[in-house]
């Protein structure tokens, strides 16, 4: 069966280092997600990709990248880890109308 | 600007009551609206969606969700609830390829 996964699932790191969260889904989608989750604000959009080579910022891009090199994966970085960015991210593909999501990465900034 | 706004932010009910949780949305344009479930730490399922034609949707899980263009809302009802429907319930606007969430109604089910 097709799906999407992320890893890892959960993370602590440093203040100032470089994260990189991984997706990866086997729907063959050319759209593809990143959205963060917090409480209070429920999801909100991070960067999204319509195809290879695509990327585009969303609500809340500052201090995040992305990058789209095959159609299965688009990896988020954070290019320097702030305590701000301690959240759940959810990675989401779809082809159509219906958006299908990731388990989620639980990332703790120290 | 679309918008999604869900009243209540928690909603607790008795098993085997009935419940509604509430999705008004803003929007001068057709739109298609979704209702999401997220289950204790697992990502989000589609419930039910609305795109066109009948305004009472089904889903599943015997959830359904009523589309009203005059009041701009898409509510999401069940007649009888469980215990394994504890969770939250996120409603959604769709624009341009994209989803704009509401902030989430917390559905806790007591026995």
């Known amino acids: 069966d097709a799906e999407i996964t992320q890893s890892p699932r959960h993370k602590i790191t440093e203040t100032g280092r470089q994260v990189t969260l991984a997706c990866h889904q086997t729907?063959?989608?050319?759209?593809m997600f990143w959205y963060r989750q917090d409480l209070g604000h429920g999801l909100r959009l991070i960067h999204y990709?319509?195809?290879?080579?695509?990327?585009n910022k969303g609500e809340v891009s500052d201090g995040y990248s992305v990058s789209r090199s095959n159609t299965e994966d688009l990896p988020l970085t954070l290019e320097s880890a702030a305590s701000s960015q301690t959240s759940v991210y959810f990675c989401?593909?779809?082809?159509?109308?219906?958006?299908?999501f990731g388990p989620g990465t639980r990332l703790t900034v120290t | 600007a679309q918008s999604v706004t869900q009243l209540d932010s928690q909603v607790p009910v008795f098993e085997e009551a009935p419940v509604e949780l509430r999705c008004n949305y803003s929007?001068?344009?057709?739109?298609?609206l979704f209702w999401y479930v997220q289950y204790p730490n697992q990502g989000l399922q589609l419930l039910l969606k609305y795109l066109s034609g009948s305004t009472l949707v089904k889903g599943i899980n015997g959830f359904e969700a009523e589309f009203n263009k005059s009041q701009t809302s898409f509510h999401l009802r069940k007649p009888s609830v469980h215990i394994s429907d504890t969770a939250e319930y996120f409603c959604?606007?769709?624009?341009?390829?994209?989803?704009?969430f509401g902030t989430g109604t917390r559905l806790q089910v007591f026995p």
């Open positions: 729907w063959n989608h050319n759209n």
């Open positions: 929007s001068s344009v057709s739109v298609y």
């Open positions: 990709s319509y195809g290879v080579h695509d990327t």
């Open positions: 959604a606007v769709r624009r341009s390829d994209k989803l704009i």
């Open positions: 989401a593909s779809s082809a159509g109308y219906e958006q299908y």
